[in-house]
């Protein structure tokens, strides 16, 4: 930069104040009566100067009604409300920003865009776009997350902090687009087309907040039916309580702020693993307990007399099987025109009794199948016994079941014998 030509340098607050001197010398601005519609407005501040904006289809100006004019001024005013003022244009010269100082304002009458607005919303409430009944369940651990807010914001900065803060280990993608003016609705449906064909588990749509007339876009008919037939649900975030809109109202769930929707979308990863840790020693304790039980059990069972001395219990009832055989032999030696009808009695009882002995060994004997073995028939043929075999296979009980001449199988405990009868002797 040249310094020969030796140019002025003004401040920044000379500037502002040429400004200011220029807006009190046009007498257009000393004195104007403007026609507009009323947003933020807040009512009075602790001082008593009541500041909000006044606009019109496509401009906005910042307006102020100092202390000492608001009690001119008896009408209750409220956001919408379209006003004729009058008052003059000046500079606040700390910011460099310019307002309207209104010194009297009345109604005109209620907003345009209020009236639509609330048309709107009785049609879509009748036609069950906010039914309670149609909202999806988001998920409690999403792992895909799809989140739809505006390029460089205060939002998608809070959006990315807060997710990976609670939530590091899920799998974000977000998708851009115009939060406010005209084309926005447009902007916001394509990108919630985008989100859904990638089938996220949950999708966040969001803003920084901001005035009640930045927030139209998300009023938008087209985009609440967009968003109601959405097969995937949607967590919205748009503004603060006092400015809710159509779009929060058909969303699965909405917050507030992007930080209440994070909270909504996404578990506490730090939260989920002491649950989990609490879980395992629980599972742990329980297990532990339940084996601690069984070890009782078993040592009970141990101490028991049928497991220590399972051999002398298992002679006692060979003992017993040898006796009844004994028995069996010695009835089967009678006289049958005799003991004929005793022996089918006593047949039938021991026959009974047999069962009985068996199924109380078979029951001792199932908790350990290797001495089964010990009951099989060869270990009483190997205390000197046989059994006889006629021609017919069957077991020789008696003379009757043999002739002379006829050839026999005796089975003994190692092998068997084939004999021819000779003689049969009766015992009278």
């Known amino acids: 930069m040249e310094e020969s030509n030796n140019p002025k340098y003004l401040t920044i607050s000379e500037v502002n104040s040429i400004i200011h001197d220029i807006f009190i010398n046009i007498p257009l601005f000393r004195k104007i009566y403007l026609k507009g519609e009323i947003s933020n407005y807040k009512g009075a501040n602790r001082a008593g100067h009541i500041y909000f904006t006044l606009k019109d289809e496509e401009s906005s100006i910042s307006a102020v009604i100092f202390k000492y004019d ?55 409430l009748e036609a069950g776009y906010f039914n309670e009944d149609h909202k999806l369940k988001t998920p409690n651990f999403p792992m895909n997350i799809a989140v739809i807010t505006g390029e460089n914001s205060a939002a998608i900065r809070d959006f990315r902090f807060n997710l990976y803060r609670r939530w590091p280990i899920g799998n974000y993608k977000f998708y851009t687009c115009l939060v406010q003016g005209e084309q926005a609705p447009k902007s916001i449906i394509e990108a919630l087309t985008k989100a859904a064909n990638d089938n996220p588990d949950v999708i966040l749509l969001g803003r920084g907040g901001g005035a009640s007339d930045d927030l139209t876009a998300f009023d938008n008919e087209e985009l609440v039916k967009f968003i109601y037939n959405l097969k995937i ?37 730090e939260e989920v693993l ?103 028939p060869h270990n ?46 009766t015992n009278e």
Do not use: W
């Open 70 to 124: 608001t009690f001119h001024i008896k009408e209750e005013f409220k956001n919408g409300d379209e006003v004729l003022v009058c008052g003059e244009i000046s500079i606040y010269k700390t910011n460099g920003t310019y307002q309207v100082i209104i010194h009297e304002m009345s109604l005109y009458g209620i907003g345009n865009y209020l009236i639509n607005r609330e048309k709107l919303k009785k049609k879509l």
């Open 380 to 425: 009483i043929l190997s205390k000197g016994y046989s059994i006889i075999y006629n021609k017919d296979n069957k077991v020789v009980n008696n003379e009757n079941d043999v002739n002379i001449d006829e050839d026999i199988k005796i089975l003994l405990n190692k092998g068997n014998i084939t004999a021819t009868v000779k003689e049969i002797n």
């Open 233 to 269: 649900p949607l967590i919205s975030a748009i503004g603060h309580e006092i400015n809710s809109t159509f779009t929060d109202y058909v969303s699965d769930k909405h917050a507030s702020t992007p930080t209440g929707a994070c909270e909504m979308a996404v578990p506490n990863y």
């Open 274 to 376: 002491n649950d989990l840790n609490q879980l395992k020693e629980n599972i742990l304790t329980k297990v532990e307990t339940k084996i601690q039980d069984l070890e009782l059990k078993i040592n009970k069972l141990q101490s028991l007399k049928v497991f220590k001395d399972i051999n002398t219990i298992y002679d006692l009832k060979f003992n017993s099987i040898e006796k009844l055989s004994l028995s069996i032999n010695s009835s089967l030696n009678q006289k049958l025109d005799n003991k004929l009808n005793y022996i089918v009695t006593f047949k039938q009882s021991l026959d009974y009794l047999i069962n009985k002995k068996i199924i109380s060994i078979e029951n001792l004997l199932s908790i350990y199948e290797r001495t089964i073995e010990l009951s099989n």
